[in-house]
């Protein structure tokens, strides 16, 4: 149905056509009830929209933004086009007291992060991985970028889990709403970012930020279109009638843009496969900060020939019944598990709730104050003495600090050197082994032949000339019986002909070649040659 999506479409000239009028169509409000106020619940913030949603007695609400109760457990994400992700690798001899540090180095040199900004480095090991090193997917956000996401939000005064928005699909295989039986790749279209994330038997293994967002398709489409669309009007379009508008013009401009779009996306996926050793994807889940858009599914699978479908999940009695952001429930997931877990390895909340007072170092002065006042009738000239050992204790605590802080940075700079010199010599020395293991075997099979066998010495001396003579290089020989095969090596494939042409003229040897054939990596000709000693000249 849709193969001729993958052809140009040539767009007609729009002089004189009355595009229809995209006014009727308005974006749908989300179908959910009227913003509560609860205590003791889960709240889902979106921080990009400053909206929150409950969830309690299993079922989801629209929340006040304005309404704090420190006995919520608060849950958020980050897009992830604010963050710097990859991968990086660690010799697998570090010990786990050092890993930490190990790996922030590996980020800063691997990925170019400035060393003057204060990152967060959040990192997550690939068990499936079985090299030499130990591999681990890199997170990294300056501090003050997360900051700047929150900024605005000043009702809520602590936020308990907090995570970049593809790792919230990570609960659905650890609450067993997914099976870890496959590859799965899911794609989430948000108003300022969409991301692509595949998971592989349950793990998390490749996330991608694609620039494609609503808001840029919208302008995509404008642009087409060549005349001014509110987004909201685009948006609804996309909700109500998806890629299969009943206006020939309109379909052919959306079949444009997403058809660039779902390239550029098959285009990720081929070097997510290749960059994660996946030998293919079992399923696409679609998904929209609008909801379903009728026909992207299709359109997806026509252009990736992978599976494609809406992502559905259910969350609540009443999931059925409300129309909200997938991102909400993927968020009330990721607070059950939380809450029966307390599993910290996706969070990198920064705001988290403040312990009770009596066990903060205020709450713990604030004791030791009532203490002091309760028996200073008795003993003030021994808390002066204390007070004054405390704060001189605390002062060079703090020196010692500064100065541990300096040598840890400076450290970190020498040890990211050291790698870098290690991993240069380590290079030069494995080309040198592989010549001398290689010289070594030659040597070791010419010296045996010649002990045992004049004759094939003596023939061997004469082909080895012969090659010398054509500037080629030798670079395997086998022997057995009066047959000789010499694998040789040449800039130029002319030289191997000359050289096979020079033997042949001899009537001592029989000479023979099945192909001469170029390297595809690097730029040298190669040929097996075949010399037999004749009978008459044994």
Excluded: W
Aim: with cysteine; proline share 3%.
């Amino acid at each position: 149905m849709l193969k001729s999506l993958n052809k140009e479409i040539k767009l007609p000239k729009l002089g004189g056509l009355k595009l229809p009028k995209l006014g009727g169509l308005k974006l749908p409000k989300l179908k959910v009830s009227k913003a509560k106020e609860v205590s003791g619940g889960i709240v889902a913030i979106v921080p990009y929209s400053k909206l929150t949603y409950n969830y309690n007695n299993n079922l989801i609400s629209k929340g006040n933004i304005n309404f704090y109760d420190k006995k919520n457990f608060y849950i958020s994400y980050i897009y992830l086009k604010y963050f710097i992700s990859g991968s990086v690798e660690v010799s697998r001899n570090i010990s786990e007291e050092d890993l930490n540090d190990a790996i922030e180095i590996a980020a800063y040199d691997e990925f170019g992060l400035d060393s003057d900004i204060d990152y967060l480095i959040k990192y997550i090991e690939v068990s499936i991985n079985s090299g030499d090193n130990r591999l681990f997917n890199i997170f990294a956000i300056p501090y003050y970028k997360i900051d700047e996401v929150f900024n605005e939000i000043d009702s809520i005064k602590h936020i308990d889990f907090l995570t970049p928005a593809p790792l919230l699909y990570d609960a659905l295989y650890k609450k067993d709403l997914f099976q870890r039986d496959g590859v799965d790749c899911f794609i989430h279209f948000d108003y300022d970012d969409t991301f692509l994330t595949i998971y592989n038997m349950g793990e998390f293994v490749y996330a991608k930020s694609i620039t494609h967002s609503l808001k840029k398709l919208s302008e995509e489409f404008a642009k087409s279109i060549t005349q001014h669309v509110d987004e909201k009007e685009f948006f609804g379009m996309l909700k109500q009638q998806g890629l299969k508008v009943p206006d020939q013009v309109l379909q052919k401009h959306l079949m444009k843009i997403f058809g660039e779009l779902f390239n550029y996306i098959n285009d990720i996926l081929i070097f997510a496969k290749r960059s994660s050793n996946i030998e293919s994807i079992n399923q696409i889940y679609l998904s929209s900060k609008i909801g379903n858009i009728k026909g992207l599914s299709e359109f997806c699978e026509s252009y990736t020939s992978i599976p494609s479908s809406e992502f559905y999940v259910k969350t609540s009695k009443n999931t059925s019944e409300i129309d909200i952001d997938p991102l909400i429930h993927l968020m009330t997931i990721n607070a059950k598990y939380y809450l029966e877990t307390n599993d910290e390895e996706f969070n990198i909340s920064i705001y988290k709730k403040e312990p009770p007072f009596l066990t903060t170092p205020s709450g713990i002065l604030t004791k030791y104050i009532a203490a002091g006042i309760a028996i200073s009738l008795l003993y003030p000239a021994y808390l002066l003495v204390e007070k004054q050992a405390f704060d001189f204790k605390y002062n060079k605590l703090g020196q010692e600090d500064i100065n541990l802080s300096s040598r840890v940075k400076k450290m970190k700079s020498e040890f990211t050197k050291v790698l870098e010199e290690k991993k240069s010599v380590e290079e030069k020395l494995k080309v040198k082994n592989k010549e001398l293991a290689f010289r070594t075997k030659l040597l070791k099979e010419i010296y045996n032949k010649k002990v045992a066998y004049n004759m094939k010495v003596k023939t061997l001396n004469d082909l080895f000339k012969k090659v010398n003579r054509h500037n080629s290089k030798v670079v395997r020989v086998t022997n057995h019986e009066d047959e000789f095969k010499i694998t040789v090596r040449s800039d130029k494939d002319k030289k191997i002909t000359e050289f096979i042409k020079d033997i042949s003229q001899n009537q001592k040897y029989s000479v023979g070649t099945n192909l001469i054939k170029k390297d595809d990596n690097k730029s040298f000709y190669q040929s097996l040659v075949k010399v037999d000693i004749n009978a008459n000249f044994k």
